[in-house]
Nanobody
Framework: QVHLVESGGRLVQAGGSLRLSCAAS????????MGWFRQAPGRERAFVAA????????NYAESVKGRFTISRDNAKNTVYLQMNSLKPEDTAVYYC????????????????WGQGTQVTVSS
């Protein structure tokens, strides 16, 4: 059974930084592209970033380009999201997800999801 477990979310002031982690188990991690999504109160889940399984290609939402960096450690079955220059509008529950479909921002093709971690950015 596949498990994705996010961690690292907390309350932080605007301008601060956080690193989220997502530990994966029950899958051959190196065969999956990984993505981060977020859902703010009253809004739909939105794409944040994705990373391919071998080629280290990445993709970012326009709203986070230049501030967030996605990376992965296949030896540790873990994907990370480094978030810098955080803004109040980054406040959301952040989810990691896995897909065999390759680098994509489409949430519908991600087959496995974590439970999420809360990030709150105060102004």
């Amino acid at each position: 059974q596949v498990h994705l477990v996010e961690s690292g979310g907390r309350l932080v002031q605007a301008g601060g930084s956080l690193r989220l982690s997502c530990a994966a188990s029950g899958l051959t991690f190196r065969n999956y592209a990984m993505g981060w999504f977020r859902q703010a109160p009253g809004r739909e889940r939105a794409f944040v970033a994705a990373i391919s399984w071998i080629a280290w290609n990445t993709n970012y939402a326009e709203s986070v380009k230049g501030r967030f960096t996605i990376s992965r450690d296949n030896a540790k079955n873990t994907v990370y999201l480094q978030m810098n220059s955080l803004k109040p509008e980054d406040t959301a529950v952040y989810y990691c997800a896995a897909t065999r479909a390759g680098l994509t921002s489409a949430s519908g093709v991600y087959t496995n999801w974590g439970q999420g971690t809360q990030v709150t950015v105060s102004s």
